[in-house]
């Protein structure tokens, strides 16, 4: 914005240096002014008193009592030529030139001079009042006489014979001392306080410019305005949106954990704690480690929440402030894609089944064509008994509740496509109905998956994949049982049971066990199966690690509240 006159506003850092010069140099000129008015009352003082030890002296001289009581008892005052030569005036001039005073001035009881040191005075009245020395009284004095201005005093004279303060007054002494000589005093003592105001205003400006420079590299250059606006849109930007907010400044110190952090990890502020020490998933630190490669998104898991996280450094005009990390939520957007997986599997599955149930058609016309009545009757009772659609699954009649049957006899479908054989245990008992299918896909789904994987990756000859599904009833709904084995290799002999459900968890050598999920496509599907199964109550366990040639890993997940009781 112009100014008035058309020009730019001075920015703050340059208002703030220039008032901070205002204000040293106002410092130091009132210090050395209170300094110079300290010296000048100290000098004035001295002046007074070395005045008053002269008037003194001069007042008590026996020769100046006598002269002046002389004086005083002729009737009227003596021309001034005589006094010129008179005694006084020589005592008066001598102690004058001896100490330098302004001026040495002896008067009657009338306040006539009867010395001073222009002889065209002599026998004139003082210009200023000497009625207080006539009185009897010592007094100090600053003012302005016919000399100029002085500070000095007044001091009685005595009659001979009488003590100092008493007797009859028969006149006074004046001294004075310029205050021009004062000021030459005065001007010789200010050169230390010149250089130290110098000094003081010179570390002043210094002080100002490197006070600048520090305010402008805190503030970025920013002026007020501009942070107070900053300050606005960052609340408003943090806490106005979903997505999870962690700033790490340079020094290692979380600088900002907006509210959506604080949910998506379970955390509360966790705002002045080091970063490395901060109660956050390891891989979410591994994303500001020096070798960490910026930008790249990663799936952790976070409580109950799958979360999909980056991190960026935070640069300013080359300057490292740190790295942001971003957090969002993908947990609804997960079990959605489980569900699309189970959805596409059992239209793959509908797609093979409907190929072979044309194919069933087309024999059945192709009998009637050529007039093979009887065939195509026999053919279609064969058809009733064994039923004219088939799972590739064995023992799929163990499983009496709809939605078991066709996600499982389509994930059937898709391992007879890669060689392996599921079949159903036959210690598998299932009298409820599922009634949480979504949370029963993702694990379900998930273990069939990852054991498919094994057996394909597995050295035994034979590839096959065993599912025992078991339901007990309970008062929040009944538990779903689910074993899940296959003729894999098992886990690798070095690898805890237990770090399979880890985020990430991949074998050594590339082959898919059951340890890598699917559901992420980054070791995620176990660990989000685990915490899906435990937040209802559940578990997913190791029950066998495997062995190497088969047979391979057996898990365990127990799902409660999924199934209920069917109604006949």
């Known amino acids: 914005m112009m100014s008035p006159a058309g020009r730019l506003p001075l920015r703050f850092s340059t208002q703030t240096l220039l008032l901070q010069l205002g204000v040293v140099l106002l410092v130091v000129l ?14 004035g003082r001295e002046a007074e008193n070395q005045a008053l030890t002269l008037a ?38 001598g102690a004058r030139a001896r100490t330098g005073a302004l001026f040495v001035v002896i008067t009657d009881e009338t306040g006539l001079r009867l010395a001073h040191p222009d002889a065209d005075r002599l026998g004139e009245r003082v210009s ?3 009625s207080e020395a006539l009185a009897g009284r010592e007094v100090t ?7 100029g201005p002085s500070a000095g005093a007044k001091v009685p004279v005595f009659a001979p014979g009488s003590g100092s ?33 110098t000094g003081s205003l010179a570390a002043g400006v210094l002080a100002s410019f490197l006070l600048r420079r520090r305010l402008q590299r805190l503030t970025l250059g920013l002026e007020p305005e501009e942070i107070g606006a900053l300050v606005h849109d960052q609340v408003a930007v943090l806490e106005g949106v979903d997505e999870g907010v962690v700033g790490i400044s340079a020094d290692g110190r979380i600088s900002v954990f907006n509210a959506a952090a604080q949910r998506l990890l379970g955390q509360p502020d966790l705002s002045g704690q080091p970063w490395p020490d901060a109660p956050v998933p390891a891989r979410l630190k591994a994303l500001t480690l020096p070798d960490a490669r910026e930008g790249e998104a990663m799936e952790l898991v976070a409580g109950e929440q799958v979360l999909v996280a980056s991190a960026r450094k935070a640069l300013h005009r080359r300057e490292d402030l740190g790295w942001v ?3 969002r939520d993908r947990t609804e957007l997960q079990h959605l894609t ?16 409907r190929h072979e149930f044309a194919n069933q058609l087309h024999t059945i016309a192709g009998f009637m064509s050529i007039g093979q009545h009887q065939q195509a009757r026999n053919y279609l009772e ?29 994930k059937g479908v898709e391992a007879d496509e890669r060689g392996v054989s599921l079949r159903i245990g036959p210690e598998t008992l299932v009298r409820g109905q599922v009634t949480e299918p979504q949370d029963v896909t993702t694990v379900l789904g998930n273990l069939i998956d990852n054991a498919v994987n094994a057996a394909v990756a597995g050295t035994a000859a034979e590839r096959w994949v065993e599912l025992e599904l078991l339901d007990d009833e309970g008062d929040g709904g009944g538990t779903l049982h689910v074993v899940v084995a296959d003729s894999g290799d098992g886990l690798p002999d070095d690898s805890n049971p237990e770090a399979v459900f880890a985020e990430g968890f991949t074998t050594a050598g590339g082959s898919v066990l059951q340890g890598q999920g699917r559901a992420g496509g980054q070791g995620l599907g176990l660990a989000l199966a685990r915490q899906l199964a435990r937040r209802r109550g559940g578990d997913v366990t190791v029950l066998e690690p495997g062995n190497a040639g088969g047979p391979g890993a057996v898990f365990m997940a127990t799902l409660p509240g999924t199934t209920t009781a069917r109604k006949d």
Do not use: C
């Open 56 to 93: 003194r002296t001069v007042a008590s001289d026996p020769s100046v009592r006598a002269n002046v009581q002389a004086i005083s008892r002729q009737p009227g005052t003596p021309p001034p030529a005589e006094l010129k030569a008179g005694p006084l005036m020589a005592v008066a001039e």
């Open 30 to 43: 009132l210090s050395g002014a209170v300094h110079a008015w300290l010296t000048f009352e100290r000098l």
């Open 325 to 327: 990390v971003m957090l």
């Open 338 to 353: 489980r569900q699309l997986d189970a959805v596409g599997t059992m239209s793959t599955a509908l797609r093979a089944q």
């Open 382 to 410: 064969r058809l009733a008994a064994t039923g004219p659609l088939k799972f590739p699954v064995n023992q799929a009649e163990l499983l009496q509740d709809p939605y078991l049957q066709a996600f499982i006899g389509a």
């Open 128 to 130: 200023t009042d000497p």
């Open 165 to 197: 303060g008493s007797g009859s007054v028969v006149g006074e002494v004046s001294v004075g001392y310029s205050t021009e000589s004062i000021g030459q005093s005065l001007a010789r003592d200010i050169v230390p306080i010149v250089l130290t105001a």
């Open 141 to 147: 004095t600053r003012n302005t006489g016919t000399l």
